[in-house]
């Protein structure tokens, strides 16, 4: 097969050279590769492979690739500078570092853009109507009726045939579990506070609750770009033209005296293959006929600017010498932010992911046995919600002015996503309210005792659909070892549409999550601590120990929050609000003047040869997890390629 951890002497010249390895890199590399078996491509990526790695392809185990250091760590942490309305943290945002990027760690949320989202990017080729071919041809959407190991009639079915694919390399599924008793508690909380559950919320226009699907097959593996686009061809037989490089970092693109992309230098990743001196052993493999840049929406910028494509005033500083004057390369970072709420939970035993979680599980014992609970991502039930007009009034004149702008006659688009996880996303190792003693305050917020209800957590998790706030990514140097002029931008609009969007999230998900059966209480010290007196501190539950129906009338009604409760809010949001992994925009596709970098084919302005193919090029962002976007990008990116390079093979979308 070809994969290398080091490129074969012999090897000094491709057609087609892909930098990274990511999500649209995987589909990209495919589908040029089976357009035409004698175009020659090369993946260059700087993680490892991750074929049949256990905390890839079992969904339950996907924490195992967050490890600290190590063989099993495949995520890279982007440190950014601290910011001062972050209460003066460094956020860290993390990405997939591994032979199918973020799609071979994320958490497997089958959750599609709107037509909206689409259309928003206002760029022929790429309106909502023009990409659904390339949507469709991902899914490979496993049937209600099929024999599954699967209990088909805990959801609703996938709606409309015509909006789904079912012939393509992506299974979508249930897996081979479902904590139904936890979904059907969310679920029916949400109903409570008149949120509906439309027959298939992936239909590109619905919002409202849902039980799920995942990229996850009806066997129960992970359906990342990896195994579902490059490894087939990689073991085939049929496909010596396609060649995948691990564990090698892209310096800079080269190119020839008439600007065109030639070729680029690359060197082992010092992170992987730490030897003394692999920081400096660098080598060069040429590129006949294109050069992708396709390593994500953090990782493509600085390879543009250290080829000297980009922000002029950018590589003076760094000292790169000046290709093509791009101002917009690195500019507009953008990601969905996401608040962690986590709740003691009294739920069937195995019905949480905690066991695996904190340890206490056999995970070895689990695959021997084939436990069904490895087919399952913890996550069965998701959201898209909009606020009522009397709740977008009550966050004041500034957010009503945007949202009757940008939402109010949009009904498809939705502030929020909330979603429902069995199990805790937060460490409890290091949360004080699981690790001190009680000091005279309970450790479970509600006066319910943590003890009576054994280890069991579910986490309500909210991230906002159309952050407004934006960041940058450049380079200081021209070394990839050299830091990076990072920041996140968040929570930093003028509006602070952004700030009130997650107030209103967090109050959202309490009155959900006080609705719930299931729900033992908050967890002191990870949620906003209120003054004494106040009445947002006390969490009423509509629920007895036993789960039977036992709140009054006013007990029912909504938290009411005065004006030191709304500034505790917002002061725990600046110290806690974190990314989402859902970063794009840094190479956005827009008109040169309008601060883009590559136009509707994906070509990098200024240059010739050189194209970029991740979630660095959508200019405006989407409403849910952005796997699916990732997937159509590089679906779309490939055809245009192939009929570009003018292959045999032309892709039929």
Known sequence: MGIYTELPSNLKEVDVIIAGGGTSACVVASRLSAADPSLSVLVIESGRDNYQVPAVTHPLLWRGNFAPDGQQRRVYHYVAQPENQLSDRASIVTVGNTLGGGSSVNLMMYMRAQKCDFDSWRTPGWTSDELMPFIKKIDRSARLKQNFLVQWETYHGLGNPDDHGYDGPVQVSSGTYRAEVAEDDFIQAMKQLGYDEPPDLQNFHSTGVSRIKKYISPDGRRQDAAHAYLHPLLRDGKHPNLHVLVETQVVRVLFDRNRRASGVEFRPNPAIQSSAETSKVTRSVAAKKLVVVSCGTLGSPPILERSGVGDPAVLERACVPLMAALPGVGHDFQDHTISLYPYKASLPPGSTADGVDDGSEDIPALIASGDQRLGWNGIDASSKLRPTPSEVKALGPGFEAVWDRDFRDVPSKPLVSMLFHAGSLVSMATSPAETSADSGENRV???????????????????????????????????????????????????????????????????????????????????????????????????????????????????????????????????????????????????????????????????????????????????????????????????????????SGASQA
């Not at 959202?508 to 609705?515: G, L, S, W």
């Not at 883009?596 to 959508?618: N, Q, T, W």
Request: charged share 25%.
């Open 445 to 647: 917020i509600g006066g319910r005792s943590q003890t009576s209800v054994g280890s069991q957590y579910f986490t309500i998790d909210v991230f906002s659909s159309y952050p407004y706030s934006r960041g940058h990514v450049h380079i200081t140097g021209t070394s990839p070892d050299d830091a990076l002029d990072f920041k996140t931008g968040y929570l930093s609009d003028e509006a602070e549409f952004d700030l009130k969007t997650h107030v209103w999230a967090y109050k959202k998900q309490r009155e959900v999550a006080r609705r719930m059966k299931s729900q033992r209480g908050e967890l002191a010290l990870r949620v906003p601590t209120f003054g004494a007196g106040s009445a947002a501190a006390f969490f009423p539950s509509s629920f007895d120990e036993e789960g039977d129906d036992a709140a009054t009338t006013a007990e029912k009604e909504e938290i009411r929050y005065e004006a030191p409760d709304e500034a505790v809010i917002e002061r725990w949001l600046r110290d806690n609000m974190s990314t989402c992994w859902h970063g794009l925009g840094t190479c956005k596709m827009a008109p040169q003047e309008a601060m883009g970098v590559v136009d509707a084919d994906l070509g990098v302005y200024g240059v010739r040869g050189l194209k970029v193919a991740d979630l660095s090029i959508v200019p405006e962002n989407v409403a849910v997890n952005t796997m699916s976007t990732a997937l159509t990008v590089g679906e779309k990116a490939a055809d245009i390629f192939i009929r570009e390079l003018g292959l």
